[in-house]
Each structure stands twice: as structure tokens, then as C-alpha cells.
């Protein structure tokens, strides 16, 4: 078989890593991102994956503006659902394995401790709903898809993406020299992307399906998040913790999403790097991309 694989959402956070890594693994590697490819188009992707015949086709595309996405259902379910159907379809003609991205936000966050992949789904908004529809799709059109649940993605390239990071937020928020308010009651497990892309491509060689999490590790608030990501770039804003009922936002979030890599680790996958080591190797890593943004 063909060690060629296509890469949708190459220029995402996610997506630069995993050209990266499977390109390092040996795959020939073709990547899209929107404007060259938009996967909403049926037709387009469809033609597409003909032409490149690929062995492993993985969508790191997605809408993600969760508070957007109340006001405009309609994208978001093209973006994250119908555009899955498109790739599960595609890759069915041209006997691709498919390893689609999706999210923790499928959880309600009611749970006490870390979500594992036999936890019931409870979407909380329209964002929500349509990255579950999407696993739905891939699963009703593909035997053998690859689903990974992940939480807070964050990877060097976002110092030039258009929406950054939370790192990147936080960094920028320290420059304006204001107090920085962030949530303490919520509960998520961040995730760095040049790990994820890792371990994507070690399921991918041992030939892994199903719903798997690859989460952060460690449950973590956002609020203990910022102070890490400030100790780690050695800075010292005034960081306030605040809550929910104070900060609200128009999408309803889950409080506790953070994911176990359980059956990840049980599969015989490397364990995901600390949080601290992961914001550490961020750090170390930004600096070439903010070298190149100069």
C-alpha cells in the first residue's frame, strides 16, 4: 500500500504538525487548507482524494468559534458534520483510512473526574452538537475510522494562525499591562499539538480505530493554566481568578472536560508530556515561529 497520506487543515495549529511528523515518517504528504481545499465541497473532495489516492487522509479542519456558532448553526454543521460525511465518503471510494479530530466539548462536564471513551455524549451547544454529528458520520460510512478526542489544542504555530491560542492570549493580554481575568471553575486537559500529531501517526502504524482521547494528562483550570504559562515565560501580570456567573459567554461550555488517555496509554501509545513540560517545549518552540513572523 501506499504510504501517502493528505493532511485538511494544514495550516492549524494541529494540521503544520501533522505534515511534519508524517512526513518524517516517510508518507508523502499533501496538505489543504481552505482556500485550496474546502471540504464542505462534496464534489471537490471527492475529486480530490481520486487524484492523490491516499492511504491515510486526516481532518484537522474544523469550525471552531464555539460562541459564533449559536448565531450560525448552519456553518458550523457544514464545517464539522456534512464536510465529515464528505471526507467518509471520499475516503470509502478510494479505500482510505480516515482519522478525523474532534473534541471534548461533546461532554457535558458534569463528571468528577477525567471523561473516558465509554462516557455517554451530551453536546451543550451548536457547536457541540455538530462535532458529535461529525464522529456519527465518520462512524455510519467507514468501518474502520480513526476518531481522536482532544481538549485546548495549543502548538507553536499558533503565534501566526488568526485566532492564536490560549498561550498566545494570555502573552498578549500580559503586554497590555491590565489585570487578566480567567476562569477558575472550569476544567479542561490542554493538549500540545506536536504530541498529538506523535501519537496520531503511532496509531495510524499500529492501525488503531474507534474513539480514542489523546487529552493534556493533566486535569488542569484554566485559571492554573495561566499562572503555569506565566511561571514558565518567567512573567508577572496581575492574574485574577474569576468564574462562570461572572464571565459569561453566549455558548453554554462544559466545567469539567478534561479527557483520560486511558486506552490511549493501554494500546500501547506513549503517555502525553506533563503540563509543564508541554508548556515548556511551547515556549522553546514559539521562538522560531515568532523568529519567522519578524
Not at 497520506?5 to 496538505?31: H, N, P
Not at 457544514?78 to 473534541?103: K, P
Not at 472550569?186 to 506523535?198: K, W
Not at 508530556?273 to 521562538?287: D, F, K, N, T
Amino acid at each position: 500500500m501506499s504510504k501517502r497520506a493528505v493532511v485538511f487543515g494544514r495550516g492549524g495549529q494541529l494540521g503544520v504538525e501533522l505534515v511534519k511528523i508524517f512526513s518524517q515518517r516517510g508518507y508523502e504528504v499533501t496538505g489543504f487548507d481552505r482556500a485550496a481545499v474546502d471540504v464542505t465541497d462534496a464534489s471537490l473532495v471527492e475529486q480530490t482524494l481520486a487524484k492523490l489516492d491516499p492511504s491515510v487522509v486526516l481532518n484537522a479542519a474544523a469550525y471552531n468559534q464555539v460562541d459564533v456558532a449559536e448565531t450560525e448553526p448552519q456553518a458550523a454543521l457544514a464545517g464539522n458534520a456534512l464536510a465529515v460525511r464528505n471526507l467518509a465518503l471520499a475516503c470509502r471510494q478510494v479505500d482510505a483510512r480516515l482519522v478525523h479530530f474532534s473534541t471534548d466539548y461533546v461532554f457535558d462536564g458534569t463528571a468528577t473526574r477525567p471523561y473516558t471513551e465509554e462516557d455517554p455524549t451530551h453536546p451543550l451547544g451548536a457547536y457541540a452538537v455538530s462535532k458529535l454529528a461529525g464522529e456519527l458520520y465518520a462512524q455510519a460510512y467507514l468501518e474502520n475510522p480513526l476518531i481522536i478526542r482532544t481538549s485546548g489544542v495549543f502548538g507553536p504555530a499558533g503565534v501566526r494562525t488568526n485566532r492564536g491560542n490560549f498561550v498566545e492570549m494570555m502573552l498578549r493580554l500580559e503586554k497590555g499591562g491590565q489585570p487578566i481575568k480567567v476562569v477558575e471553575d472550569h476544567v479542561a486537559s490542554p493538549a500540545y499539538a506536536p504530541a498529538i500529531a506523535s501519537r496520531t501517526a503511532d496509531m495510524v502504524e499500529k492501525r488503531l480505530s474507534g474513539v480514542f482521547h489523546i487529552g493534556g494528562g493533566t486535569p488542569i483550570s484554566w485559571f492554573d493554566y495561566a499562572k503555569l504559562i506565566f511561571e514558565t515565560a518567567r512573567l508577572h501580570p496581575e492574574l485574577r481568578p474569576t468564574n462562570e456567573r461572572e464571565y459569561r459567554t453566549r455558548a453554554r461550555r462544559p466545567k469539567y472536560s478534561a479527557l483520560s488517555n486511558a486506552k490511549m496509554e493501554r494500546a500501547g501509545i506513549q503517555p502525553m508530556p506533563s503540563m509543564l513540560e508541554a508548556v515548556a517545549g511551547y515556549m522553546i518552540e514559539r521562538e522560531t515561529y515568532t523568529t519567522a513572523v519578524r
